[in-house]
Protein backbone atom coordinates (compact mmCIF):
# COMPACT_ATOMS: atom_id res chain seq x y z
CA UNK A 1 0.00 0.00 0.00
CA UNK A 2 1.45 3.45 -0.61
CA UNK A 3 2.51 5.32 1.93
CA UNK A 4 0.42 8.42 1.87
CA UNK A 5 -2.42 6.38 1.50
CA UNK A 6 -2.08 4.58 4.83
CA UNK A 7 -1.44 7.75 6.25
CA UNK A 8 -4.13 9.12 4.85
CA UNK A 9 -6.61 6.11 6.33
CA UNK A 10 -4.66 6.27 9.71
CA UNK A 11 -5.24 10.09 10.21
CA UNK A 12 -8.91 9.34 8.92
CA UNK A 13 -9.60 6.32 11.47
CA UNK A 14 -8.19 8.48 14.66
CA UNK A 15 -10.26 12.00 13.09
CA UNK A 16 -13.38 9.44 13.46
CA UNK A 17 -12.54 8.52 17.11
CA UNK A 18 -11.88 11.73 18.17
CA UNK A 19 -15.11 13.40 16.73
CA UNK A 20 -17.07 10.41 18.47
CA UNK A 21 -15.43 11.07 21.59
CA UNK A 22 -16.20 14.18 21.80
CA UNK A 23 -19.84 13.65 20.95
CA UNK A 24 -19.87 10.42 23.44
CA UNK A 25 -20.37 7.58 20.78
CA UNK A 26 -18.18 4.58 21.34
CA UNK A 27 -17.50 1.77 19.95
CA UNK A 28 -18.07 -0.45 22.47
CA UNK A 29 -16.03 -3.53 21.38
CA UNK A 30 -13.14 -1.02 22.20
CA UNK A 31 -14.17 0.11 25.54
CA UNK A 32 -12.48 -3.16 27.46
CA UNK A 33 -9.07 -2.33 26.55
CA UNK A 34 -10.13 1.66 25.72
CA UNK A 35 -7.89 3.46 22.72
CA UNK A 36 -5.11 0.14 22.80
CA UNK A 37 -6.00 -1.26 19.67
CA UNK A 38 -6.12 2.33 17.88
CA UNK A 39 -3.14 2.99 19.19
CA UNK A 40 -1.31 -0.23 18.01
CA UNK A 41 -2.46 -0.04 14.71
CA UNK A 42 -0.96 4.04 15.43
CA UNK A 43 2.61 2.51 15.77
CA UNK A 44 2.24 -1.01 13.62
CA UNK A 45 1.57 1.44 10.65
CA UNK A 46 4.41 4.53 10.98
CA UNK A 47 6.47 1.21 11.97
CA UNK A 48 6.06 -0.11 8.39
CA UNK A 49 6.26 3.46 6.72
CA UNK A 50 9.54 4.48 8.75
CA UNK A 51 10.98 1.48 7.63
CA UNK A 52 10.13 1.49 3.60
CA UNK A 53 10.51 5.31 4.11
CA UNK A 54 13.93 7.69 3.12
CA UNK A 55 16.31 8.56 6.05
CA UNK A 56 14.37 11.46 6.82
CA UNK A 57 10.51 10.39 6.56
CA UNK A 58 11.93 7.62 9.03
CA UNK A 59 12.95 10.10 11.66
CA UNK A 60 9.22 11.72 11.59
CA UNK A 61 7.84 8.07 11.52
CA UNK A 62 10.20 7.36 14.84
CA UNK A 63 9.98 10.36 16.45
CA UNK A 64 5.37 9.23 15.94
CA UNK A 65 6.12 6.07 17.39
CA UNK A 66 8.37 7.45 20.60
CA UNK A 67 5.22 9.47 20.96
CA UNK A 68 2.64 6.77 20.79
CA UNK A 69 4.21 4.27 22.55
CA UNK A 70 4.66 5.74 26.25
CA UNK A 71 1.05 7.41 25.60
CA UNK A 72 -0.23 3.27 25.12
CA UNK A 73 1.67 2.29 28.48
CA UNK A 74 0.11 5.14 30.72
CA UNK A 75 -3.34 4.19 28.91
CA UNK A 76 -2.66 0.48 29.24
CA UNK A 77 -1.65 0.94 32.95
CA UNK A 78 -5.21 3.47 33.67
CA UNK A 79 -7.26 0.49 32.50
CA UNK A 80 -5.14 -2.21 34.65
CA UNK A 81 -6.09 0.36 37.82
CA UNK A 82 -9.68 0.97 37.06
CA UNK A 83 -10.75 -2.05 36.34
CA UNK A 84 -14.16 -1.63 34.87
CA UNK A 85 -16.87 -4.49 33.66
CA UNK A 86 -19.35 -4.38 30.87
CA UNK A 87 -22.96 -5.59 31.05
CA UNK A 88 -25.42 -5.66 28.49
CA UNK A 89 -29.37 -5.72 28.85
CA UNK A 90 -31.38 -6.36 26.01
CA UNK A 91 -35.05 -4.91 25.46
CA UNK A 92 -37.67 -7.01 25.08
CA UNK A 93 -38.97 -5.20 22.63
CA UNK A 94 -35.36 -5.73 20.17
CA UNK A 95 -35.54 -2.29 19.34
CA UNK A 96 -32.41 -1.16 21.47
CA UNK A 97 -30.12 -2.09 24.37
CA UNK A 98 -28.35 -0.53 27.31
CA UNK A 99 -24.59 -1.37 28.14
CA UNK A 100 -23.68 -0.75 32.16
CA UNK A 101 -19.32 0.05 32.35
CA UNK A 102 -19.06 -0.14 36.34
CA UNK A 103 -15.98 -0.39 38.39
CA UNK A 104 -15.38 -0.24 42.45
CA UNK A 105 -13.40 0.52 44.83
CA UNK A 106 -13.11 0.21 48.42
CA UNK A 107 -11.48 2.74 51.22
CA UNK A 108 -13.23 2.04 54.41
CA UNK A 109 -16.21 1.86 52.79
CA UNK A 110 -17.02 0.88 48.68
CA UNK A 111 -17.86 3.31 46.22
CA UNK A 112 -19.62 1.71 42.63
CA UNK A 113 -20.02 3.97 39.59
CA UNK A 114 -22.27 3.25 36.55
CA UNK A 115 -21.53 4.57 33.36
CA UNK A 116 -24.77 3.29 30.59
CA UNK A 117 -24.20 3.54 26.72
CA UNK A 118 -27.60 3.36 24.41
CA UNK A 119 -27.60 1.06 21.77
CA UNK A 120 -29.26 -0.22 18.87
CA UNK A 121 -26.92 -3.05 16.94
CA UNK A 122 -24.14 -3.50 20.17
CA UNK A 123 -21.56 -1.80 17.96
CA UNK A 124 -21.75 1.84 18.71
CA UNK A 125 -23.18 3.14 22.03
CA UNK A 126 -23.82 6.75 22.71
CA UNK A 127 -23.04 7.50 26.46
CA UNK A 128 -25.94 8.87 28.76
CA UNK A 129 -23.32 11.03 30.58
CA UNK A 130 -26.21 12.81 32.81
CA UNK A 131 -27.37 9.48 34.02
CA UNK A 132 -24.63 7.83 35.54
CA UNK A 133 -25.26 6.68 38.95
CA UNK A 134 -22.68 6.42 41.66
CA UNK A 135 -23.72 5.03 45.43
CA UNK A 136 -21.43 4.72 48.78
CA UNK A 137 -21.65 1.44 50.72
CA UNK A 138 -20.32 1.87 54.37
CA UNK A 139 -18.15 -1.26 55.44
CA UNK A 140 -20.65 -2.18 58.14
CA UNK A 141 -23.85 -1.73 56.16
CA UNK A 142 -22.32 -3.89 52.72
CA UNK A 143 -25.03 -6.57 52.06
CA UNK A 144 -22.47 -9.11 50.84
CA UNK A 145 -23.46 -8.17 47.36
CA UNK A 146 -21.36 -7.94 44.24
CA UNK A 147 -21.18 -4.51 42.37
CA UNK A 148 -24.30 -6.15 40.20
CA UNK A 149 -26.13 -6.95 42.58
CA UNK A 150 -25.99 -3.59 44.26
CA UNK A 151 -27.61 -1.81 41.56
CA UNK A 152 -29.86 -4.86 40.79
CA UNK A 153 -28.99 -6.28 37.05
CA UNK A 154 -30.14 -9.63 37.15
CA UNK A 155 -33.94 -8.05 38.13
CA UNK A 156 -33.52 -5.11 35.57
CA UNK A 157 -36.89 -4.04 34.09
CA UNK A 158 -38.00 -1.85 30.97
CA UNK A 159 -41.01 -0.52 32.04
CA UNK A 160 -41.53 1.17 28.50
CA UNK A 161 -39.49 1.23 24.90
CA UNK A 162 -36.96 3.63 26.47
CA UNK A 163 -36.73 3.39 30.08
CA UNK A 164 -35.08 0.15 32.70
CA UNK A 165 -35.54 0.81 36.06
CA UNK A 166 -32.93 -1.23 38.59
CA UNK A 167 -33.95 -2.11 42.15
CA UNK A 168 -30.76 -0.98 43.76
CA UNK A 169 -30.08 -1.71 47.23
CA UNK A 170 -30.10 2.15 47.78
CA UNK A 171 -33.74 2.28 46.39
CA UNK A 172 -34.90 2.38 42.50
CA UNK A 173 -32.84 4.01 40.14
CA UNK A 174 -34.19 4.49 36.22
CA UNK A 175 -32.07 5.54 33.67
CA UNK A 176 -33.78 6.99 30.39
CA UNK A 177 -32.34 5.75 27.00
CA UNK A 178 -34.33 8.36 24.68
CA UNK A 179 -35.91 11.83 25.22
CA UNK A 180 -39.58 11.63 26.37
CA UNK A 181 -40.44 13.60 23.14
CA UNK A 182 -38.67 15.45 21.39
CA UNK A 183 -37.16 18.79 22.60
CA UNK A 184 -38.16 17.89 26.33
CA UNK A 185 -35.45 17.20 28.79
CA UNK A 186 -35.80 15.58 31.83
CA UNK A 187 -35.73 18.71 33.79
CA UNK A 188 -38.75 19.84 31.90
CA UNK A 189 -40.70 16.08 32.55
CA UNK A 190 -39.80 16.77 36.54
CA UNK A 191 -41.65 20.30 35.85
CA UNK A 192 -44.57 18.71 34.04
CA UNK A 193 -45.35 16.43 37.32
CA UNK A 194 -44.94 19.31 39.59
CA UNK A 195 -47.30 21.63 37.18
CA UNK A 196 -49.69 18.82 37.43
CA UNK A 197 -49.19 18.14 40.92
CA UNK A 198 -50.46 21.50 41.54
CA UNK A 199 -53.61 21.36 39.00
CA UNK A 200 -54.81 18.05 41.03
CA UNK A 201 -54.46 19.89 44.31
CA UNK A 202 -56.23 22.93 43.12
CA UNK A 203 -59.35 20.16 41.30
CA UNK A 204 -58.63 21.30 37.90
CA UNK A 205 -60.33 18.27 35.65
CA UNK A 206 -59.04 16.98 32.58
CA UNK A 207 -55.17 18.02 32.90
CA UNK A 208 -52.76 15.57 31.57
CA UNK A 209 -49.10 14.29 31.44
CA UNK A 210 -47.65 11.13 30.26
CA UNK A 211 -44.94 9.55 32.59
CA UNK A 212 -43.24 6.24 31.13
CA UNK A 213 -45.93 5.65 29.29
CA UNK A 214 -48.57 6.29 31.42
CA UNK A 215 -51.25 8.59 30.85
CA UNK A 216 -52.33 10.67 33.95
CA UNK A 217 -55.65 12.44 33.77
CA UNK A 218 -56.42 14.61 36.92
CA UNK A 219 -60.68 14.27 37.56
CA UNK A 220 -63.11 16.53 39.89
CA UNK A 221 -67.07 15.57 40.12
CA UNK A 222 -68.22 19.12 41.21
CA UNK A 223 -71.71 17.04 42.49
CA UNK A 224 -70.16 14.77 45.16
CA UNK A 225 -67.02 17.24 45.60
CA UNK A 226 -64.55 14.28 45.02
CA UNK A 227 -61.39 14.51 42.29
CA UNK A 228 -59.01 11.61 42.06
CA UNK A 229 -55.90 10.66 39.02
CA UNK A 230 -56.58 8.19 36.35
CA UNK A 231 -53.88 6.14 35.44
CA UNK A 232 -54.54 4.92 31.62
CA UNK A 233 -51.65 3.60 29.05
CA UNK A 234 -51.88 2.79 24.84
CA UNK A 235 -53.71 -1.00 25.11
CA UNK A 236 -52.92 -1.14 28.75
CA UNK A 237 -48.91 -2.11 28.28
CA UNK A 238 -47.92 0.71 31.27
CA UNK A 239 -45.85 -0.02 33.68
CA UNK A 240 -48.68 1.13 36.27
CA UNK A 241 -51.65 -0.99 35.95
CA UNK A 242 -55.29 1.13 34.75
CA UNK A 243 -56.85 2.08 37.99
CA UNK A 244 -57.32 5.80 40.09
CA UNK A 245 -54.91 6.97 42.39
CA UNK A 246 -55.20 9.86 45.23
CA UNK A 247 -52.29 11.98 45.00
CA UNK A 248 -48.45 12.16 43.45
CA UNK A 249 -46.60 13.12 46.16
CA UNK A 250 -42.22 13.87 45.99
CA UNK A 251 -40.73 11.07 48.86
CA UNK A 252 -37.78 12.00 49.59
CA UNK A 253 -36.56 8.85 51.58
CA UNK A 254 -37.38 6.71 48.33
CA UNK A 255 -36.05 9.22 45.93
CA UNK A 256 -39.59 9.20 43.97
CA UNK A 257 -42.59 10.92 43.01
CA UNK A 258 -45.23 8.39 44.03
CA UNK A 259 -48.82 7.98 42.86
CA UNK A 260 -50.60 7.09 46.26
CA UNK A 261 -53.64 5.75 47.34
CA UNK A 262 -54.23 3.81 44.14
CA UNK A 263 -57.11 0.91 43.60
CA UNK A 264 -54.99 -2.11 43.23
CA UNK A 265 -51.88 -1.01 45.79
CA UNK A 266 -51.08 1.95 48.01
CA UNK A 267 -48.07 3.54 45.95
CA UNK A 268 -46.06 3.12 42.68
CA UNK A 269 -42.75 5.08 42.31
CA UNK A 270 -43.77 7.16 39.06
CA UNK A 271 -40.72 8.86 38.83
CA UNK A 272 -37.18 10.01 40.11
CA UNK A 273 -36.93 13.11 42.25
CA UNK A 274 -33.61 14.11 40.64
CA UNK A 275 -34.34 12.75 37.31
CA UNK A 276 -31.57 10.36 38.32
Not at 191 to 209: L, P, Q, R, W, Y
Not at 252 to 275: A, D, K, N
Request: aromatic share 10%; glycine share 8%; proline share 5%.
Amino acid sequence: MNNKIALWLLAGMDLLLVIMHMAGYFFLFLKPTGYLIPLAANVIVLAVIAYRSSRRKKWGAAIGVTVIVPVMLLHGLMLLVKENHFKKIESPWNNQSVVIEYRFFSLGETTYQYHFYRTRFGLIGKLLDDQSITMVVQGTEHPGLDAEGILGVDRAEWVTESTVRFPAWKGMKEVHLGPFKPGQSVADHTSDIVTFMKKAEMKENGHIIVVNGNRLTTRYDEATGESWIDVTSEEDKGPIPRQQCNRIVPNEERGYYMLEECTHQWEYPLFPLSGD
